[in-house]
């Protein structure tokens, strides 16, 4: 059974930066898509980045160029470093790990951005 334990959250100023991790349990990962998805209160949660094993990235648009995910394979664990935090950015944080049709989350972590 995959587990996703994500940490990292917390709350900064605008114009900070916050490292996210996303440690993954119980699968060999090689064929997932790995992500994180977020889900900020009165909305639907949605996508921020994601990362699959043999191709490059993906992201929203809003937070291309300020946000980076990497995996590293050998620790099992998903990062997700984001720079320039605006309040825009303020939600709940999910790892998702995707396997064709069958997703897994995390319970999730919040990230708070002041103004």
């Known amino acids: 059974q995959v587990q996703l334990v994500e940490s990292g959250g917390g709350l900064v100023q605008a114009g900070g930066s916050l490292r996210l991790s996303c440690a993954a349990s119980?699968?060999?990962?090689?064929?997932?898509?790995m992500g994180w998805f977020r889900q900020a209160p009165g909305k639907k949660r949605e996508m921020v980045a994601v990362?699959?094993?043999?191709?490059?990235?993906n992201y929203a648009h809003d937070v291309k160029g300020r946000f980076t995910i990497s995996w590293t394979k050998a620790e099992n664990t998903v990062y997700l470093q984001m720079n320039s935090l605006t309040p825009d950015d303020t939600a709940i944080y999910y790892c998702?790990?995707?396997?064709?049709?069958?997703?897994?989350w995390g319970q999730g972590t919040q990230v708070t951005v002041s103004s």
């Open positions: 990362v699959s094993d043999y191709g490059t990235p």
């Open positions: 119980g699968r060999t990962f090689s064929s997932y898509r």
């Open positions: 998702n790990a995707q396997l064709y049709m069958t997703g897994s």
